[in-house]
């Protein structure tokens, strides 16, 4: 039974629909700038220090398994039943609507501090240039940019998203072209090799631990990449548009971090990285290239406010979805003559704005608590995603549909979504290890660590015991919508 804050009238409120305006191109960068951020412009050089170029890859190689398969199951899902709620949606139909209530209130929660944290992050950047000009100024600035764009409609988001990312995408291939070059020596004849792959430890520094330790952080630089499931629900073609993405996307992404790290390893000794500077700027440095401290700044706020417009993008409509779905006030459903969830927008930007406000006026702590407490979201979101296509694909047999029917089949079912959960579920568990030191517990850090999972679970436990929900049987799950989508 479907439980709702209000059934009277699910369509009340509702001024219109959101609109399929994203085309390919849109799609393709949305999934390739949600994982291209400061996780690689910033955090690579840390992880190389840490484990080595050596280490390092292996992390990101086992991250990129994982990641695989869960975009190949979102794939999947989202080509059957393109939905602006994604795994929330999926949860609450193949699983159990507790689940879908609380995937998507976390998921909403995420990437509404995220903007948040985004703002401030934005203004720190500014100082470089502007450094006598009062922080809060940027953030209101970029704050207003990113609202306006979210509320002009869905293509308009897609469109500057796509330049947004565009912009770090040339900006890896242009720094990868100039790693090799510096590399051979084609530049000025003095070729660097491969002999800092050997310096000290390398290429594995600290052994399984520290690969293991790299392996906790490297999720967080390819969360966004289930933005494509969001944006699938207002693709123009998705079951053309979605498996054209899911194939190629991953790869190319996969490529600019292994590519990067190789980079990085063979022209930096793995000493001398760290996060003090941005690896890309020290290499562009090293190649002569003007002004490669202002340039890299110039990107790393284009990768802030990329991330930011998708996190308004993606918390609107979330909320959107949970309103459709009975699992948040039926007032959210109002979408204007653009095809924007204008309700669930305005609130978001207000609970953004709060957060906000909060790191600002309030004490530091209450900020650092409230961004900790979205921390684990992402993987959250995941261990959903992973579980949704389980039960989908179990569905859908046990229905006696025939696969074949589906656009876009994951592969290696059900190996991929088992290994990705258990994957994910180390991370998920692991985040808080470095707080365990013997006998002596930083019991500060570990709530921090995992103050994501009660929060989360609570979520769930309130909804369900609230409506006495249960596990939607296999051959009750309910597959005619996603067949009767064109």
């Known amino acids: 039974m479907q439980n709702t804050f209000n059934e009277e009238d699910k369509n009340l409120g509702q001024s219109g629909e959101l609109k399929r305006g994203l085309k390919a191109r849109h799609l393709n960068m949305i999934a390739l700038g949600g994982a291209i951020g400061t996780g690689i412009f910033l955090a690579l050089g840390d992880t190389i220090k840490q484990a080595g170029p050596g280490g390092a890859i292996a992390a990101y190689v086992l991250i990129g398994i994982m990641v695989y398969f869960l975009m190949t199951s979102l794939g999947e899902m989202a080509t059957f039943m393109p939905d602006s709620g994604s795994f929330s949606v999926y949860a609450t139909k193949f699983v159990d609507p507790a689940l879908g209530f609380a995937l998507g209130w976390n998921y909403w929660y995420n990437w509404a501090i995220t903007v948040a944290a985004e703002m401030v992050a934005g203004s720190l950047i500014m100082k470089f240039w502007f450094p006598s000009t009062p922080p809060v100024i940027w953030s209101v600035v970029f704050l207003a940019l990113i609202v306006i764009l979210n509320l002009l409609s869905a293509k308009s988001y897609g469109e500057s998203e796509f330049w947004f990312a565009g912009i770090k995408v040339v900006t890896v291939i242009v720094f990868l072209f100039v790693g090799v070059c510096m590399i051979f020596g084609i530049f000025n004849g003095n070729a660097v090799g491969f002999k800092n792959f050997t310096v000290g430890e390398a290429p594995f520094v ?10 906790l952080i490297a999720g967080f630089s390819f969360q966004g990449t289930e933005l494509i499931g969001v944006a699938a629900g207002e693709s123009e073609n998705p079951e053309k548009n979605i498996p054209k993405a899911i194939n190629t996307i991953f790869w190319r992404i996969i490529i600019f971090y292994i590519g990067t790290i190789f980079v990085v390893g063979a022209l930096i000794p793995y000493t001398k990285a760290g996060v003090d500077t941005s690896v890309f ?34 918390s609107t409509r979330m909320l959107y979805a949970l309103a459709e779905e009975g699992q948040a006030p039926k007032f959210l459903k109002k979408v204007n003559s653009r095809g924007v969830p204008i309700n669930a927008l305005i609130i978001t930007t207000l609970v953004a704005s709060l957060c906000f406000l909060t790191g600002l006026y309030a004490q530091s702590s209450v900020y650092v608590w409230l961004v900790a407490a979205s921390g684990l979201a992402g993987f959250i979101a995941w261990l959903g995603i992973a579980i949704c296509h389980y039960r989908f694909r179990k569905a859908y047999v046990a229905q006696k549909k025939d696969l074949s029917a ?23 568990l692991g985040q808080g290890i470095t707080y365990f030191q013997g006998s002596k517990i930083d ?11 009660p929060l989360f679970l609570l979520l769930f436990v309130i909804y369900k015991k609230v409506y006495h929900t249960k596990i939607v049987k296999l051959k009750d799950v309910n597959l005619s919508e996603g067949e009767n989508i064109k």
Do not use: D, E, R
Request: proline content about 3%; overall charge positive; glycine content about 12%.
């Open 206 to 215: 600290g052994g399984f631990k520290s690969i293991f330790l790299v392996f």
């Open 281 to 314: 700027t020290m290499i562009f440095q090293k190649a002569g290239i003007a002004g490669a401290a202002s340039l890299m700044n110039a990107v790393i706020l284009t990768s802030v406010l990329s991330c930011g417009n998708s996190g308004l993008y993606a």
């Open 406 to 428: 589906l656009k876009y089949k994951a592969k290696l079912f059900p190996v991929g979504p088992i290994i990705a959960f258990i994957l994910c579920t180390i991370v998920v």
């Open 443 to 453: 019991w500060a850090g570990v709530t921090s660590s995992y103050i994501g999972l």
